[in-house]
């Protein structure tokens, strides 16, 4: 692994590598599950007194690569493979205050692929007219970007005044919020959440489960909208990220980590 870890000094960022077998490993953002069995292995950011540091908890059955290295953004690309064949990928890297481990949906192979692979498809239209070197920045014509939220122009949008929400925070799984200035929602479909499903379920499923398991009327559930159409206005902040100013109604949009086979629970853009 000592490749490995000069690969993150390169980006300038400690690694710390855990044995799974000896530690306690704490699960956090990222736990790694395929539909079989636990995955051998956790990618994090960790802290200790000299700040952030990146953590690969693992054991003998899996095997770690660097696919790409960008000294410039400070940003790497690392491959793992476990004795299953089972294959993952995370863009590692540093944005604005802090480090990130983002999971890569897609069987990339450089940096820059995986950044692209990060985009949900309405960002890949809004970027078509920008030349490479801009189509990677936080700001440019098409969108802005704080995080892995992406805000995009929208023209036409004219909400009842009624409908707009004032210092909105918008999250995705269990992560600090955005903070938005006003928020309008529209659209979407109704779901039924708690904690044993985060992502919501059907009306019609939560009737069967309330109908086949009385118990579960207890299990703390919240009315919830599902992929609805996410519209901001105003000042972003976020405490790891410079404030941005959004002039006039964007559409707000969340990266594709969450496409990942391997994120053990699929994350959803609720509210």
Request: glycine residues 8%; hydrophobic residues 35%.
């Amino acid at each position: 692994m000592e490749y490995i870890e000069k690969a993150f000094r390169a980006i300038g960022s400690r690694l710390k590598i855990g044995d799974m077998r000896q530690e306690n490993s704490r699960f956090r953002r990222f736990v790694h599950r395929s539909s079989r069995r636990k995955a051998s292995f956790v990618v994090d950011i960790a802290k200790d007194s000299k700040g952030e540091f990146f953590k690969i908890d693992t054991d003998d059955s899996v095997e770690f690569h660097i696919l790409g290295v960008d000294k410039r953004n400070r940003h790497l690309l690392l491959f793992a493979r476990d004795d299953q064949n089972a294959k993952y990928r995370f863009l590692c890297g540093l944005d604005e205050k802090g480090w990130f481990a983002a999971a890569v949906p897609d069987a990339v192979s450089s940096v820059s692929n995986a950044m692209d692979a990060l985009k949900p498809g309405s960002i890949k239209d809004a970027q078509k007219h920008l030349k490479p070197k801009h189509k990677n920045k936080r700001k440019n014509t098409a969108f802005r970007r704080q995080g892995e939220w992406f805000f995009i122009p929208a023209s036409g949008i004219q909400p009842n005044p009624m409908l707009i929400v004032k210092n909105e925070p918008i999250r995705r799984g269990s992560g600090s919020p955005h903070m938005v200035e006003e928020v309008y929602r529209s659209g979407g479909e109704t779901v039924y959440v708690c904690n044993r499903y985060p992502g919501g379920i059907s009306t019609a499923r939560y009737q069967k489960l309330m109908k086949d398991h009385p118990r579960s009327k207890g299990w703390g559930w919240r009315l919830m909208r599902r992929n609805m159409s996410v519209y901001g206005r105003g000042r972003v902040s976020h405490r790891d990220h410079k404030t941005i100013v959004l002039r006039g109604w964007h559409s707000i949009v969340p990266n594709r980590e969450a496409d990942a086979w391997f994120i053990e629970e699929t994350l959803q853009f609720l509210d």
